[in-house]
């Protein structure tokens, strides 16, 4: 089948490696993709947010399956704007906008993890018509406390704060001033849990639905876990906390009474839900949903999952999820994310990238993510610019792999972290 896969970022050059090994992918384009994914398809000049764009080229090239790997058009309506006549029809891999807003609204996830008694921190929601309220919630809270912008903020838009002062001054920031524009028109003020993050992917037809894969992300820019919030400097799957005891509980307490949830109030959902979950005592609380795949959290679920992706997002699409068996690579994989100098704030692009020497390595997989193909040159194009992947028997012997593999590649201002995984060593 002809295959469209919408993105450009690490993400997508890892769902693209991974589609093209299907014996069901006959053809595969990505719009806008980046310097990886030329190498597994071909590149179309389309923004992921123009449906009217991306309808034409799929009624053009005979395109029958869409995958979205961004949650941006998704949470603005791409699986419904398929489903008006004449435009493009065919499987769209995404929730409904309805369904999205478990990603795009922090208000509306929390209001539904209440409604369907799912594990989270207790919240309060406030904008401009009760600003002056909000303030005197945050006097009285414990702290640290969290401040989320209700929409999508780019990854940027939770902030924990350790001082009611500068609580009030981030709260002020996100409605007075409009931080992240309508994002933060809204704020969710979140009670602190003191945990290990996990991420749990599922993918669901809505009523049915199988775990994909689970990994450890690494948000902060500086080695200890320190510095500024990042999208992510690297992951690690399997995370050797996640027993089967924990996973129980995680099925039992959060993803079956979410996907009952979504089922009950009749939320489109064909796609893939991301469960940013914290580990509290044994116990898992759920920090976020996201619908779609996490990015660098593909970068070591896709190389572990051993199924077909394309079989599996048909059997999805066509609800035939309970005759598939999850197959999973058991080595331990890790992903370490060599970003632009600069990053998480400021940074050049146009930096070219020299990949030395081939490296004899069959176990390692270099992602792209901020790259793009200038010429004969791969130049940067973004803050995060690689992801390195490897397979290893640990975590440290995967990581130390990668890191290896860094050393030949070279771009002016290059950082990485040399830590991930410091804590299962």
Not at 86 to 107: F, H, N, R
Not at 132 to 148: C, F
Not at 205 to 229: F, M, P, Q, V, W
Request: net charge negative.
């Amino acid at each position: 089948m002809n295959i469209l896969l919408l993105g450009s970022g690490g993400r997508e050059h890892a769902l693209a490696w991974k589609m093209v090994q299907s014996s069901r992918c006959t053809k595969l384009f990505i719009a806008p993709g980046n310097a990886g994914t030329a190498q597994c398809g071909i590149n179309v000049s389309i923004n992921s947010n123009d449906f009217n764009a991306i309808s034409t080229f799929c009624i053009n090239e005979k395109i029958d399956l869409l995958v979205v790997g961004p949650e941006e058009p998704l949470v603005k309506g791409i699986y419904d704007f398929f489903q008006q006549p004449d435009t493009w029809k065919g499987m769209v891999i995404g929730p409904s906008a309805a369904a999205a807003q478990l990603e795009g609204s922090k208000a509306f996830s929390k209001k539904f993890m209440q409604r369907h008694h799912i594990p989270t921190a207790a919240y309060a929601e406030f904008d401009e018509s009760n600003f002056e309220l909000g303030k005197k919630y945050i006097q009285r809270h414990s702290l640290p406390i969290v401040l989320k912008a209700d929409g999508l903020a780019a990854g940027k838009g939770v902030v924990i704060c350790n001082t009611v002062e500068e609580a009030q001054q981030v709260f002020e920031e996100m409605i007075v001033h409009k931080q992240f524009g309508e994002a933060s028109a809204k704020v969710v003020i979140e009670q602190f849990l003191s945990g290990v993050e996990v991420s749990v992917f599922v993918i669901t037809d809505g009523s049915e639905y199988k775990i994909i894969g689970h990994a450890k992300d690494y948000k902060r820019i500086g080695e200890g876990d320190t510095g500024l919030n990042t999208g992510g400097m690297g992951c690690v799957s399997p995370v050797p906390f996640v027993t089967e005891e924990f996973m129980q509980k995680v099925e039992q307490h959060i993803i079956q009474p979410t996907i009952k949830g979504i089922k009950e109030e009749s939320l489109t959902y064909k796609g893939f839900i991301f469960f940013g979950l914290i580990n509290v005592n044994d116990e898992p609380f759920v920090i976020e949903y996201n619908c779609r795949m996490g990015d660098p959290e593909t970068e070591v679920v896709m190389p572990r999952l051993k199924n077909d992706i394309v079989e599996l997002f048909e059997a999805m699409y066509y609800s035939r999820l309970q005759n598939i068996t999850i197959k999973t690579d058991e080595r331990a994989c890790c992903t370490v994310v060599a970003v632009s100098g600069g990053y998480p704030g400021d940074y050049k692009k146009g930096k070219p990238i020299y990949f030395g020497e081939r490296y004899n390595n069959k176990e390692t997989i270099i992602f792209h993510a901020g790259t793009q193909q200038k010429g004969d040159e791969v130049i940067t194009n973004g803050g995060r610019v690689l992801a390195i992947t490897s397979f290893g028997n640990t975590i440290s012997e995967a990581v130390e792999k990668s890191k290896k593999v860094l050393e030949t590649i070279q771009f002016d201002g290059m950082y990485y972290r040399k830590d991930i995984g410091y804590e299962f060593e």
